[in-house]
């Protein structure tokens, strides 16, 4: 059971506040819901009795934050090459709840973005939710700025972008390049 006050995490929508706890009569039965105020000036209504169910729960502490924020800093995972498959993966991560894998997403597909250039329209959605999950909670975490956390969550997936995919394109280039110089010379030595 949440108060009001409290400030919990509604799968799929992002974190928020409880802003009151009300009973309302729809379809002839009456239900208390929790009205949670959600970024951007959103009210959702929840039914107490399900909010569980729903996959409704706290937010994360501010020492797990600094763990989520250490996912954004790992290596994509694996990531089907089907976009249809990896579509639905993704949204099964999402609906989980779990701010690691919501984490996970934004990760692997600004990965992704940054390989391509740019991605498809559902997968873009997806992301773009995806982020606007992760920053909403961890606003509420970190008692900081949408802002600021957008801004920390960029500067984490470039760099470790920049740690793990572009050493590999420069390892790349450096053995083309030894390549050209090493063939000059064995043509040189044959001669």
């Known amino acids: 059971m949440f108060n009001i006050g409290d400030k919990i995490v509604y799968p799929m929508h992002g974190a928020g506040t409880i802003d009151a706890i ?5 379809l002839g039965e009456k239900q ?20 569980e169910t729903m ?3 706290s937010i994360i502490d501010k020492q ?11 290596d994509e995972t694996e990531m089907s090459t089907n976009w249809n498959k990896r579509y639905r993966e993704n949204l099964d991560k999402m609906k989980t709840g779990d701010i690691y894998e919501v984490a996970d997403v934004v990760r692997n ?4 973005q940054k390989e391509k250039g740019s991605l498809s329209t559902g997968e873009k959605k997806m ?6 999950i992760l920053v909403s909670e961890l606003v509420l975490a970190e008692h900081s700025s ?46």
């Open 64 to 74: 797990s934050a600094n763990s989520v924020l250490e996912v954004l800093e790992k």
């Open 22 to 26: 009300e009973e309302k009569e729809i």
């Open 127 to 132: 992301l773009i939710n995806a982020k606007q």
């Open 146 to 191: 949408k802002e600021e956390i957008e801004k920390l969550i960029d500067n984490k997936i470039d760099m470790s972008f920049k740690e793990y995919r572009v050493p590999t394109e420069a390892k790349i280039d450096l053995k083309q390049n030894a390549v050209n110089k090493f063939i000059p010379f064995d043509g040189a030595a044959n001669a």
């Open 109 to 112: 597909l600004s990965f992704k």
């Open 32 to 51: 208390q819901y929790y009205v949670i105020k959600m970024p951007g000036e959103v009210m959702v209504m929840v039914p107490t009795a399900k909010a």
């Open 55 to 57: 996959g409704v729960r």
